[in-house]
């Protein structure tokens, strides 16, 4: 099964809003509510910002916000700040026990 | 919280095999499900397997790896056989809480990772 298909970097200035996006099937994205989004630092483990579509795990600033539409989810970062330079990774439920994750996207806060 | 720690990586030779271990500690009662995600050097992650009421594994894993759990112990284990140059990366454990219809699809802890090199 292919990776989910995420653009390889995103940009934004301090304050501004960018969104990020996660595109897969209907096998997997369009069919289930189950999209994460990770955040990792270089170095470091990956660490929940979403989960299912849209809930944010306790800790997690509520400028993180994820939707879903089709076979595509996004995850938008609003008020960009300096420690949201990262890489992001989307994962979905793909049926028969599979996760899958997407290629990842390097976030660079300019 | 909880705590995952993996052990068991190295350097291994092409075809040959290896387990690796996960022990995990803390509030350990709110797990339900236990995944192993890899990333090899300076690429993205890739999803290998996870166990908890059910078992599955990714294509680049059937039939070489294998998850098991010693609950007893609190501990993972991924046994990787027949292992190529391109299964080296670092591996993570992992650990999803919930046990409704789709927790298995998060994962909310995560270990440091243990490093396999598989190279002659």
């Known amino acids: 099964q292919s990776a989910l298909t995420q653009p390889p970097s995103a940009s934004g200035s301090p304050g501004q809003s960018v969104t990020i996006s996660c595109t897969g099937t209907s096998s997997d994205v369009g069919n289930y509510n189950y999209v994460s989004w990770y955040q990792q630092h270089p170095g470091k483990a990956p660490r929940l910002m979403i989960y299912?579509?849209?809930k944010r795990p306790s800790g997690v600033p509520d400028r993180f916000s994820g939707s879903k539409s089709g076979n595509t989810a996004s995850l938008t970062v609003s008020g960009l700040q300096a420690e949201d330079e990262a890489d992001y990774y989307c994962s979905s439920y793909a049926g028969s026990n599979n996760l899958i994750f997407g290629g990842g996207t390097k976030l660079t806060v300019l | 919280e909880v705590q995952l720690v993996e052990s068991g990586g190295g350097l291994v030779q092409p075809g040959g095999s290896l387990r690796l271990s996960c022990v995990v500690s803390g509030v350990t009662y709110r797990i339900n499900w236990m995944h192993w995600v890899r990333q090899a050097p300076g690429k993205g992650l890739e999803w290998l397997s996870r166990s908890g009421n059910n078992v599955g594994y990714a294509e680049s894993a059937k039939g070489r790896f294998t998850i098991s759990r010693d609950d007893a112990k609190n501990t993972l284990y991924l046994q990787m056989n027949s292992l190529r140059v391109e299964d080296t990366a670092l591996y993570y454990c992992a650990a999803g809480e919930g046990a409704y219809i789709g927790s298995g699809s998060k994962i909310d802890y995560w270990g440091q990772g243990i490093l396999v090199t598989v190279s002659s």
């Open positions: 299912d579509v849209t």
